[in-house]
């Protein structure tokens, strides 16, 4: 079966050795990849994953040591969640107490427990307890039966609801599965990064976009053939999508939403592995080969984590 949904997730943070420190060790993430942003080479992308750092896995950071913070408003992602089996909802609630990170009581959203709490840069993430049925990686912290079993999905905040949920749904692959409050939630096909809510809120302020801040969102197309024919409706929606570009793991178009929000269509190939082993994904700093001749003087700027 086709495989809808998130492919990943990509925000701005502050430092990076923070952030490895608190999405490595704190949530027991696996680092997946250590390379660059490409756009900008002077500056690191990390990725966050499980163990083979799967499409609905991913979470990507822009780390800037001095960024400025951002403040979520309309035509922005609001909360990125993980699924998490259902009975570890205490377990975590225990273990962020016990690391100092603060968190919401716990709440029912669409019937699952969801525990809120921010990032050391602000962002916005949850867990969301489901019935998992995947074994998760174990990180040095957290065992494999507590482990965060990839992306649940991400909550819109949005002025209306139903320009950007007809791009869910009549080309993104998701449907619509149910209504509570402000909330419209969309699902994909794929168990993993499966939703996408939106929270239509009217008139509320424009976000700015910083430290704490996602900058896009990826959904999965299949292959290219698949990513071409999601770009072809987009073309009918009057919305302009840029051309292919080669993102070393995934090749990616990009458009910005009627909402407001920059949304990424990702192929699921070739994948993380296509440089480095799995048993070694995240150790090496990574570099796409035109970058490579370059590697001394990028290595230079770029902050020590490790
Ligand atoms: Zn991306």
């Given at each position: 079966m086709?495989?809808?949904?998130?492919?990943?997730v990509?925000a701005f943070?502050?430092?990076?050795?923070r952030?490895l420190?608190?999405?490595t060790r704190?949530?027991?993430l696996?680092?997946v990849?250590?390379?660059?942003?490409?756009?900008?080479?002077g500056?690191?992308h990390l990725y966050?994953?499980?163990?083979?750092?799967?499409p609905?896995?991913?979470?990507?950071?822009?780390?800037v040591?001095h960024?400025?913070?951002?403040?979520?408003g309309?035509?922005?992602t609001?909360?990125?969640?993980?699924?998490v089996p259902?009975?570890s909802?205490?377990?975590?609630?225990?273990?962020?107490i016990?690391?100092?990170?603060?968190h919401?009581?716990l709440?029912?959203?669409f019937?699952?427990?969801t525990?809120?709490?921010?990032?050391?840069?602000?962002?916005m993430?949850?867990?969301?307890?489901?019935?998992?049925?995947?074994?998760?990686?174990?990180s040095a912290?957290?065992?494999?039966e507590h482990a965060?079993?990839?992306?649940?999905?991400?909550t819109?905040?949005?002025?209306?609801?139903e320009?950007?949920a007809?791009i869910?749904t009549e080309?993104?692959?998701?449907r619509?599965?149910?209504?509570e409050?402000s909330?419209?939630?969309f699902?994909?096909?794929?168990?993993v990064?499966?939703?996408?809510t939106?929270?239509?809120?009217?008139?509320f302020l424009r976000?700015?976009q910083?430290?704490?801040?996602v900058?896009h969102i990826?959904f999965r197309a299949?292959?290219?053939a698949?990513q071409a024919?999601?770009?072809?409706?987009l073309?009918?929606?009057?919305?302009h999508?840029?051309?292919?570009?080669?993102?070393?793991y995934?090749r990616?178009v990009?458009?910005?939403?009627p909402g407001?929000?920059?949304?990424?269509?990702?192929t699921d190939?070739p994948?993380f592995?296509?440089?480095?082993p799995?048993?070694?994904?995240?150790?090496?700093l990574k570099?796409?080969?035109?970058?490579?001749?370059?590697?001394?003087?990028?290595?230079a700027?770029?902050?020590?984590?490790?």
């Amino acid at each position: 079966m086709v495989q809808t949904g998130l492919h990943h997730v990509t925000a701005f943070s502050g430092p990076a050795l923070r952030n490895l420190d608190f999405h490595t060790r704190v949530l027991g993430l696996r680092l997946v990849k250590k390379t660059v942003n490409f756009d900008d080479p002077g500056t690191y992308h990390l990725y966050y994953g499980d163990e083979a750092g799967q499409p609905g896995t991913i979470l990507t950071f822009f780390p800037v040591e001095h960024a400025a913070p951002g403040r979520v408003g309309i035509g922005e992602t609001q909360e990125t969640a993980f699924r998490v089996p259902r009975a570890s909802i205490g377990w975590w609630a225990h273990r962020l107490i016990e690391k100092g990170v603060a968190h919401e009581p716990l709440v029912q959203v669409f019937g699952a427990p969801t525990l809120r709490f921010r990032d050391p840069d602000g962002m916005m993430l949850a867990l969301v307890g489901v019935d998992a049925d995947e074994s998760g990686w174990p990180s040095a912290e957290v065992p494999a039966e507590h482990a965060i079993r990839g992306l649940h999905g991400v909550t819109l905040l949005l002025d209306k609801a139903e320009p950007t949920a007809a791009i869910l749904t009549e080309v993104l692959g998701l449907r619509e599965i149910g209504r509570e409050g402000s909330l419209i939630r969309f699902a994909g096909s794929a168990d993993v990064g499966s939703f996408v809510t939106i929270r239509a809120v009217g008139g509320f302020l424009r976000g700015r976009q910083g430290a704490g801040s996602v900058h896009h969102i990826a959904f999965r197309a299949a292959d290219d053939a698949a990513q071409a024919a999601m770009a072809d409706r987009l073309a009918g929606f009057g919305l302009h999508v840029t051309e292919q570009r080669d993102r070393q793991y995934f090749r990616s178009v990009y458009f910005r939403e009627p909402g407001g929000v920059l949304f990424e269509i990702a192929t699921d190939a070739p994948g993380f592995a296509v440089d480095e082993p799995v048993e070694a994904l995240g150790r090496a700093l990574k570099l796409p080969a035109g970058l490579e001749p370059h590697r001394a003087e990028i290595e230079a700027v770029l902050p020590k984590v490790a």
